[in-house]
């Protein structure tokens, strides 16, 4: 076997994204996907516009648009991963039941959670000083 050989049988990664926008394209439709795919994703993007109205009606500080902002992404992100992996999971074992699969879907749903009580938490810290004021 010589060069030309192993030249010719490496595959061409068709899947390879060549351009950032092209990137940023695939990004986009995988979100909007998820959206309309995902009905908690839907519940969350409805708790995050609560949020942000929230945060205009009682005039929050930049650094607690920071913390506000970094819970949105945690739980946006992780909700998409979820997503990701229930779907890589359901194809690899073409939705049959595994215990292994369970396991993946369990843990990627508990990401979920744990970034929805430190966005719950997060929410609570910079809120709850401005209700309080609100009833005193």
Request: glycine fraction near 2%; charged fraction near 20%; hydrophobic fraction near 50%.
């Given at each position: 076997?010589?060069?030309?050989?192993?030249?010719?049988?490496?595959?061409?990664?068709?899947?390879?994204?060549?351009?950032?926008?092209?990137?940023?394209?695939?990004?986009?439709?995988?979100?909007?996907?998820?959206?309309?795919?995902?009905?908690?994703?839907?519940?969350?993007?409805?708790?995050?516009?609560?949020?942000?109205?929230?945060?205009?009606?009682?005039?929050?500080?930049?650094?607690?648009?920071?913390?506000?902002f970094l819970s949105i992404f945690l739980v946006i992100s992780s909700e998409v991963w979820n997503?990701?992996?229930?779907?890589?999971?359901?194809?690899?074992?073409?939705?049959?039941?595994?215990?292994?699969?369970?396991?993946?879907?369990?843990?990627?749903?508990?990401?979920?959670?744990?970034?929805?009580?430190?966005?719950?938490?997060?929410?609570?810290?910079?809120?709850?000083?401005?209700?309080?004021?609100?009833?005193?």
């Amino acid at each position: 076997m010589d060069l030309n050989d192993k030249e010719q049988k490496q595959p061409v990664n068709s899947w390879k994204n060549r351009h950032f926008f092209q990137s940023l394209r695939y990004a986009l439709v995988g979100l909007k996907t998820a959206y309309k795919e995902e009905r908690n994703l839907r519940f969350h993007v409805s708790a995050i516009t609560l949020v942000v109205i929230m945060g205009l009606i009682f005039n929050v500080t930049i650094s607690e648009w920071l913390w506000l902002f970094l819970s949105i992404f945690l739980v946006i992100s992780s909700e998409v991963w979820n997503s990701a992996i229930e779907n890589v999971v359901d194809l690899a074992t073409n939705y049959k039941r595994h215990p292994l699969a369970k396991k993946a879907k369990d843990m990627a749903a508990a990401a979920v959670l744990l970034a929805a009580i430190f966005s719950l938490i997060t929410a609570t810290l910079v809120f709850g000083p401005h209700i309080w004021q609100l009833f005193n």
